[in-house]
């Protein structure tokens, strides 16, 4: 009775629709500070699955010190148009802007760029008459690749972004990125049941196990430079048969 129950829970844990589901194709960045912040209480389960991130994403901020605000918001734009401009040639990486989400789900996610969109969060500098405004550029991570190859893909881009008149560039540490975290549940799920399953086998026929917390989305932990362990925070009890 009890290994059906944990097999009727999986199952509909695969079918239910969750309340994310409208964010299913989103660009997470996996390791931004307030995700990890609200999901470092979780613990690993047993059943847990490693794999690339999908992209490498830094952020950079783009900033002018010219005296005349006109021309110094002027300059700001001229970047964003020549960065925008010099992406488009470059098919190994892309601009994009990085949102945080306003819940408690801790996640940023990565959307459309625009020079407007960018000049909207337009502010000012930590010094007096300077403006600045950040933007994200991102490289997708091959089999291949580690850690040191991506920084060099990322920060030979910032250094060729265009300067004109006093604009200066720097770029922020590198955070990872994975596409439609969620996709990765019926896998894992699937894996958790059985173990559940072999599990209860192996103590005979007089025990079976019980699951909770499938319900829960996907969390995930950093394991490496560019790789992540993608696990379900689930509970798992062996108990007699009734």
């Known amino acids: 009775m009890l290994r059906q129950i944990a097999l009727a829970a999986a199952m509909a844990a695969c079918t239910v629709t969750p309340a994310y589901a409208q964010d299913e194709l989103s660009e997470i960045v996996v390791t931004a500070t307030r995700y990890v912040e609200a999901y470092e209480r979780f613990s690993i389960p047993h059943i847990s699955n ?16 010219t005296r005349d605000s006109t021309q110094r918001i002027a300059e700001l734009r001229q970047a964003l148009q020549s960065l925008t401009r010099y992406a488009d040639r470059n098919a190994a990486l892309s601009v994009a ?3 945080e989400d306003e819940d408690e789900s801790g ?8 020079v407007e969109k960018a000049m909207i969060s337009l502010r000012a500098g ?5 403006s600045q405004v950040t933007l994200a550029v991102r490289a997708r991570i091959s089999a291949a690749d580690n850690l ?13 972004i265009p300067r004109p008149g006093r604009v200066e560039a720097s770029m922020d540490e ?69």
């Open 174 to 242: 590198i955070q990872l990125t994975l596409t439609n975290p969620q996709q990765y549940r019926p896998q894992l799920i699937a894996a958790i049941a059985a173990d559940a399953t072999s599990v209860s086998n192996a103590l005979g026929p007089g025990y079976g196990a019980q699951l909770n917390g499938l319900e829960s989305p996907i969390a995930w932990r950093r394991a490496g430079d560019l790789d992540l362990r993608l696990f379900i925070p689930y509970g798992m009890l062996i108990l007699p048969r009734a």
């Open 148 to 160: 040191d190859s991506v920084e060099g893909r990322l920060g030979q881009f910032v250094q060729s």
């Open 126 to 130: 930590s010094r007096v008459d300077t």
């Open 50 to 65: 490693v794999r690339r991130a999908d992209f490498a994403v830094a952020n950079i901020t783009i900033s002018s010190d």
């Open 97 to 99: 802007l990085v949102e």
């Open 107 to 114: 996640q940023a996610r990565v959307v459309a760029f625009t």
